[in-house]
């Protein structure tokens, strides 16, 4: 199991590369740096929100959740 601050260190880790992905591709198919930094600026933002959301909602769902039964001392 990972500890927590491995686990937002792996977070943000994806996110930077999931973002520099997107810029450049955006500039690949475009051909502007200007469009390519907004979009991929404007895609960081969003997606956090996003995951967020998702995560959320998830939390509400018990499709698929084990519990493990607890021990008696």
Partial sequence: MDSHLRSVVKGVSW????????TILVFLFSGELTIALFVGTTELVTKIFLYWAHE??????????YVPPTSSP
């Fill in 15 to 22: 996110r930077i590369v999931g973002t520099l992905d997107t």
């Fill in 56 to 65: 959320r909602v998830w939390q509400r769902i018990r499709w698929g959740r």
